[in-house]
């Protein structure tokens, strides 16, 4: 089995910047990408970014800009670099991945608060 356990998350003021990673461990042969969603109170989860294997990235539009996402395909590590937070960003964030034949895997998520 695959597990993924995020970690950064935090309280911070608009304006500023965290940076989130998620190491996925256990059985891995292969990932075809890891990405971030997030779920604010009351809304439906939703993508924030994503990247290949091979590096390909794509990012919500809200985000674009301000968050770019990284991967370090040695450790099986992804990396949420987020600047200039709004308020707006406040959210779970969950980190997944896809792996072949096998369902997306999700981490338990960590909690982003943005400060107005």
């Known amino acids: 089995q695959v597990q993924l356990v995020e970690s950064g998350g935090g309280l911070v003021q608009a304006g500023g910047s965290l940076r989130l990673s998620c190491a996925a461990s256990g059985s891995i042969f292969r990932i075809n990408a890891m990405g971030w969603y997030r779920q604010a109170p009351g809304n439906q989860r939703e993508l924030v970014a994503v990247?290949?294997?091979?590096?390909?990235?794509n990012y919500a539009d809200s985000v674009k800009g301000r968050i770019t996402i990284s991967r370090d395909n040695a450790k099986n590590t992804v990396y949420l670099q987020m600047n200039s937070l709004k308020p707006e960003d406040t959210a779970v964030y969950f980190c997944?991945?896809?792996?072949?034949?096998?369902?997306?895997?999700w981490g338990q998520g960590t909690q982003v608060t943005v400060s107005s």
């Open positions: 990247i290949t294997s091979g590096g390909s990235t």
């Open positions: 997944y991945a896809d792996l072949p034949f096998h369902p997306p895997t």
